[in-house]
């Protein structure tokens, strides 16, 4: 590849990330060229749920930034022919002290527009709600119903993405492209150099190359998540995407909350095989009627490269206790990851007033990644 052109930005990596921060470059104004080392994405970002979450994010950066990227998606989903599979999200709750949580949320300024039923209002649930009949109210306290959330198929999603920014941006592709190192002005490729003012590298999940010098300063892992496609009986239908009581012990958003102490301590003592495990539960549908579910979190310094039927085993049984899912046969099953770092959920870290780099570092990619995107570049100017 002989590319004489020269851009304003060229960014690595053709994940969620780095298709927010080109979205974000080429609105504004900025002339853009992604390289990506395969010919297509297959890193973390088609490997996740699609869930597009607001409510459990983190206070602060977060939760702002996902406020922000769910606008994102909402507006530019039409246009570059994403579907929305469904949208809300509803918390499970079968303890009191889950109920506790739930109504804290409800008075902070992160629970505006979301509602909260409790047992004696299941009759209007339902009622405004009729997909919530797949949910298993009898063995529920409470439903915390939030209607901020959506949810795309990632496998095709991030594929229409790239190419309404191809098509309606202008943005220049580079497929089976691999950044090996810095040329200034630019990068120097597998195929050859790219010419560009400023140099972004959003490698996902790839904690190798040239990635691996630009971060050395922090101390990352990898998490690796076990997920199933599993089949629900002809029919079923969930109201959104479906958690359980023991995420609102895990999401910042939730836990932070002083009365999520009385909750946590309560799931440590009854579900000590699911803490060691890393699983909460994330149920959501696809166009097809197959569920998504999951997820498990084993912390490594590389991916994890065999599951466990045990592990299976116990996320089903999660699903199987707040949603009506009968046999649920199992038909696809993968590992998602995606990087962790002790130091928050994002950083931007810039290696030069022509370099940075941008990493998601706690499994809120597509929740979070125009927010992200944004902030670089307000901070890159």
């Known amino acids: 590849m002989a590319n004489s052109i020269p851009y304003d930005v060229v960014i690595a990596g053709a994940g969620i990330i780095g298709l927010a921060h080109a979205y974000e470059a080429a609105r504004r104004g900025l002339s853009v060229a992604v390289v990506e080392r395969d010919s297509r994405c297959v890193g973390a970002s088609i490997r996740n749920f699609g869930f597009i979450t607001v409510s459990g994010q983190a206070q602060g950066d977060t939760w702002r930034r996902a406020r922000y990227s769910r606008d994102i998606w909402n507006s530019i989903a039409p246009d570059a022919g994403i579907e929305v599979v469904h949208r809300g999200s509803w918390i499970a709750c079968q303890r009191p002290e889950a109920i506790e949580v739930a109504r804290a949320f409800m008075q902070s300024e992160m629970g505006e527009g979301c509602k909260l039923y409790q047992k004696p209002d299941f009759p ?100 690796t998540l076990q997920m199933l496609r599993v089949r629900p009986a002809p029919g079923f239908r969930l109201p959104g995407s479906v958690m359980t009581d023991n995420s609102l012990a895990r999401y910042s958003g939730w836990a932070e909350l002083p009365e999520a102490e009385k909750l946590k301590a309560r799931i440590r003592s009854e579900m000590p095989e699911y803490l060691e495990a890393g699983i909460h539960l994330i149920a959501v549908q696809s166009a097809d009627g197959s569920l998504i579910v999951g997820d498990s979190h084993v912390y490594s310094d590389s991916e994890t490269v065999f599951s466990s039927a045990e592990v299976d085993h116990l996320i089903l049984n999660l699903a199987r206790s707040v949603l009506d899912i009968g046999q649920a046969e199992i038909v696809e099953r993968w590992a998602g990851t995606y990087p962790v770092w002790r ?39």
């Open 124 to 223: 209007q649930l339902l009622a405004e709600h009729p997909d919530a009949n797949s949910l298993l109210l009898e063995d529920m306290l409470g439903v915390l119903h939030s209607p901020l959330e959506l949810r795309v198929e990632s496998k095709t999603a991030i594929e229409k993405l790239a190419h309404w920014l191809e098509e309606r941006w202008n943005v220049r592709f580079f497929w089976n492209t691999e950044v090996l190192g810095f040329r200034k002005p630019g990068v120097q490729t597998s195929s050859g150099p790219i010419r560009a003012d400023r140099v972004l590298l959003c490698c996902g999940g790839s904690l190798s190359g040239v990635a691996k010098t630009a971060l050395a300063d922090f101390d990352l892992k990898l998490c």
């Open 343 to 381: 130091g928050g959920d994002a950083l931007i870290h810039r290696l030069s007033p022509r370099e940075c780099i941008a990493v998601v570092t706690s499994g809120t990619g597509a929740s979070t990644a125009f927010g992200l995107a944004r902030d670089t570049f307000d901070i890159w100017r």
